[in-house]
């Protein structure tokens, strides 16, 4: 286990300083045009792949950083560039890491490499989880899975709805109810391997921000895959529903389902997302007081600019240090007794909508035009709040973690 430091070694230096070229010089450049057009970079993505950074490779060396500090570092320096290309970039490791978190080694082996493809012939995969009736509210999910033992498969019908990448993906992890009876605990997660029947994308989002990432409906209507598509094998499901059945008869304690896995490991890289947007937004305000004369001197010479610049700082440096503690108990196997994983998500993400909105009243009137890019970051900013958990889960979570009471 590596002891906690707030000092990265050589080698994280030298993957942040190249993560940060790539945002500088292939991220940033191309983050208006596609912004405008609402698509998927694919010329951004594949050009990723080409040197290394959209791999299985990648993404393993930092997710089994021993300190736990890839992963943060590796999502602030692309988000820093911009946050709908690089979510266009990471949004396949949700998918991957639903895998991680829940499948057998064969399947992490078989599934993940085809999630990303290589740099000739680029993949991508999606995590659908969210239904319209059910995103916040997990319980109330209604995408079924029933087995058909003749054939030993799992025939999945339901509508997925929020679903980074969904449609265009080549593997998409599905979130599914197997025993109704058992509300979020009967859930299991499915890989939907490429060109499944019966999967098809719905409506394709048009978004307040990160619009250069793909988000849509993905309709499931009795697709069919095989019975080594559950992540983690029939067996240790039915041993986990049996456990849960036993559990709810005597009222016992709670049972973790597939989704919620999959989101306690990803809170803290989302909080480095929002660290990224936060920091990107500073570094144009406090460039532009420096330059900006009214008056006859330059705006930061006033306190209620160089407050705000102040705070603003102040504010991602302990959002950055809240995901790092995160990042480092996650990796270092320690509990979060007190939920200091949606801490940092939620600290993080309220960071990022609240400095964004002060760089654009820095920059006044040149602030709300898309001639400067504080404009685009403020509307990146707002979804952090919202997905993977949102604010008001984030408390909810927290509040009932802390005080072990069942809180409404």
Known sequence: MAEFTLELNDDQKQVRDWLHGFAADVIRPAASEWDEREETPWPVIQEAAKVGIYSLDFYAQQFFDPTGLGIPVAMEELFWGDAGIALSIVGTGLAAVGVLANGTEEQIGTWIPQMYGDADDVKLAAFCSSEPDAGSDVGAMRTRAVYDEAKDEWILNGTKTWATNGGIANVHVVVAVVDPALGSKGHASFIVPPATPGLSQGQKFKKHGIRASHTAEVVLEDARVPGH?????????????????????????????????????????????????????????????????????????????????????????????????????????????????????????????????????ILGGNGFTREYPVERMHRDAAIYTIFEGTSEIQRLVIARTLSGMPIR
């Not at 890289?269 to 006859?296: I, N, P």
């Open 229 to 361: 598509c559950l992540l983690g094998g029939k067996e240790k499901l039915d041993e986990r529903l049996a456990r849960a059945r036993e559990r709810a008869k005597s009222g016992g304690e709670r049972v973790k389902n597939a989704a919620m896995a999959t989101f306690e490991a990803s809170r803290p890289a989302v909080g480095a997302m929002a660290v990224g947007t936060a920091r990107a937004a500073y570094e144009v305000a406090l460039d532009y007081a420096k330059t900006r004369s009214q008056f006859g001197r330059p705006i930061i010479d006033n306190q209620g600019i160089a407050f705000q610049l102040a705070d603003m700082r102040t504010r991602i440096d302990a959002a950055r240090l809240l995901v790092w503690r995160a990042s480092w108990m996650a990796s270092a196997g320690k509990p979060f007794d007190s939920a200091e994983g949606s801490m940092s998500k939620l600290y993080a993400s309220e960071t990022a909508k609240a400095v964004t909105a002060q760089a654009v009243q």
